[in-house]
């Protein structure tokens, strides 16, 4: 079992930057590609990014290329989500997951483990 722990969220104003992380835990947690979705209210969960195991190879939704950039940590566990140049439109929870290679993590069907989410809205 893997546990996912999302932080960092909060509110921005348009144009700022904002960076989330996911924490893994668990007997598992190691040898699995992440991802990054996230949920509008009244909208469907959209993939937004991934990265593999090791993080040579990244994934991005057509909407944040250019702007977020996907990072990870093994020795700490960890992945970022850094995002830039931040729009109303990615107002949104954040939810980091967790599958055994990059084309299932990317799909949200596919992805094996969920966290809970983190709220980042874009406001002035």
């Known amino acids: 079992q893997v546990q996912l722990v999302e932080s960092g969220g909060g509110l921005v104003q348009p144009g700022g930057s904002l960076r989330v992380s996911c924490l893994a835990s668990?007997?598992?947690?190691?040898?699995?590609?992440m991802g990054w979705f996230r949920q509008a209210p009244g909208k469907e969960r959209e993939f937004v990014a991934a990265?593999?195991?090791?993080?040579?190879?990244?994934r991005y939704a057509d909407s944040v290329k250019g702007r977020f950039t996907i990072s990870r940590d093994n020795a700490k566990n960890t992945v970022w989500l850094q995002m830039n140049s931040l729009k109303p439109e990615d107002t949104a929870v954040y939810y980091c997951?967790?599958?055994?290679?990059?084309?299932?993590?990317?799909?949200?069907?596919?992805?094996?483990?969920w966290g809970q989410g983190t709220q980042v809205t874009v406001s002035s």
């Open positions: 997951a967790a599958a055994a290679r990059l084309d299932l993590v990317a799909d949200y069907g596919s992805v094996k483990y």
């Open positions: 668990g007997r598992t947690a190691s040898g699995y590609a």
């Open positions: 990265v593999s195991w090791l993080g040579g190879i990244t």
